[in-house]
């Protein structure tokens, strides 16, 4: 039986493989850096294209994910495009609103989202989710992305919580 660290490095080395072209990036680091995080972008799409989003629970209420930088994400002047900072906290606070909501589908109603800091080719962006309140129908939530532990965006917003 495969252990389970040994799994989730295979499973991270099957990430570099695949979604690879992570110019500056160490492939230890990479493996280490997703340490009891599942990948959430497993489907085609968007976030899988632009180097999918690492994720885990840290409690009923709070949540982390991550990714890293590469050049594909910087704008003209060489800094992590706002662009792909937003789709970052949508995909991992969504993700956040829908494990809240007992896994049932979730959809953004409002985001708003204030650009604090910068980060570079090769950075971790690291996502902290708080759940703030939930209803029958919907979640409020708060998040924070943080680069080299400084806060460079936050964000707050509600999520629509769908019918089964």
């Given at each position: ?56 629970t ?12 590469n ?8 800094i ?85």
């Amino acid at each position: 039986m495969v252990s389970e660290g040994i799994t989730a490095k295979i499973s991270n080395l099957f990430f570099y493989n695949y979604f690879g072209n992570f110019n500056n990036i160490n492939l230890c680091t990479l493996i280490d850096m997703s340490n009891n995080f599942e990948q959430i972008s497993i489907k085609p799409g968007f976030m899988k294209h632009n180097g999918g989003v690492l994720f885990r629970t840290i409690s009923e209420n709070e949540y982390e994910f991550k990714s890293l930088i590469n050049k594909n994400h910087l704008n003209a002047i060489g800094i992590t495009h706002g662009g792909y900072l937003s789709a970052l906290i949508d995909s991992g606070a969504g993700t956040a609103a829908h494990r809240a909501a007992g896994k049932v589908s979730c959809v953004t109603i409002s985001l708003d989202i204030k650009f604090i800091g910068v980060s570079k080719e090769g950075d971790e962006i690291i996502g902290h989710t708080k759940i703030l309140k939930r209803t029958k129908t919907l979640i409020f939530l708060f998040c924070e992305l943080k680069c080299n532990q400084k806060i460079i965006t936050s964000a707050s917003g509600i999520w629509k919580i769908l019918n089964k």
